[in-house]
């Protein structure tokens, strides 16, 4: 049963407008949230994080929000460019272990 | 910068076969990860070792053997290659766990 979900796999957009992609996880003890991005034959690079302490973290033009009541949190891009035509992970671990659980991902398509 | 470099970047197996994949990172992190990725399933912890000196397994270690060789390189060793193992293999590394983890640009694997 996974632990982190993405339930689209993919996601279009037209250049400009806002890029809202969404994550649930079913586990309580989560702690810590991250997002990654992945371009084609290369590895995920860290996007950016949240802390569940916070509802809100924001860096430039992406900003993450965090749901703890409804195990949600979703990742915000404003204004969205073909460049962050991706595959977005988001990711989820328990700040005293030492794992972290990746989603399936989620394919961004940035039309412009 | 190199960051984390995995070599080989392709290989094919026949089944049955052993290999080693390597993994060196040059951040002077802790922490050391291998993952595999497969289509809709995200990544999965294969083995970790949050530190020089200790491994533990993650979600799918069967059929994989690490071994921390220093505090820079930590390598990934199918012992008995099977048709199931084909997938595409990242390591990573963090300053310590359950920070933000870099990537390497993976291995591709194929078990024939």
């Known amino acids: 049963d996974q632990q982190v979900k993405q339930n689209s796999p993919s996601l279009s957009v037209q250049e400009g407008r806002i890029s809202i992609l969404n994550c649930d996880y079913t586990n309580s003890m989560f702690d810590y949230f991250l997002w990654y991005k992945k371009y084609p034959a290369e590895g995920p690079t860290f996007l950016i994080s949240?802390?569940?302490?916070?509802d809100k973290n924001e860096d430039g033009r992406f900003t993450v929000f965090l749901n703890k009541s409804a195990k949600h949190l979703s990742l915000h891009i404003v204004p969205s460019q073909p460049g962050d035509s991706a595959v977005y992970f988001c990711a989820a671990s328990v700040t005293s272990y030492d794992k972290v659980i990746f989603g399936p991902g989620t394919s961004l398509s940035v039309i412009p | 910068n190199a960051g984390v470099t995995q070599t080989p970047k392709f290989q094919v197996l026949k089944t049955g076969q052993s290999m080693t994949l390597q993994c060196a990172q040059d951040?002077?992190?802790?922490?050391m990860y291998w993952y595999r990725q497969d289509p809709g399933m995200g990544l999965r912890l294969i083995y970790y070792s949050a530190s020089e000196g200790t491994t533990d397994k993650g979600e799918v270690p069967n059929g994989y053997n690490v071994s921390r060789l220093n505090k820079r390189e930590f390598s990934l060793r199918l012992e008995s290659a099977a048709p199931s193992q084909t997938s595409v293999y990242f390591c990573a590394s963090s300053e310590v766990a359950n920070q933000p983890q870099h990537f390497g640009d993976g291995t591709r694997l194929s078990i024939l």
């Open positions: 949240i802390s569940s302490i916070k």
């Open positions: 951040m002077n992190h802790n922490s």
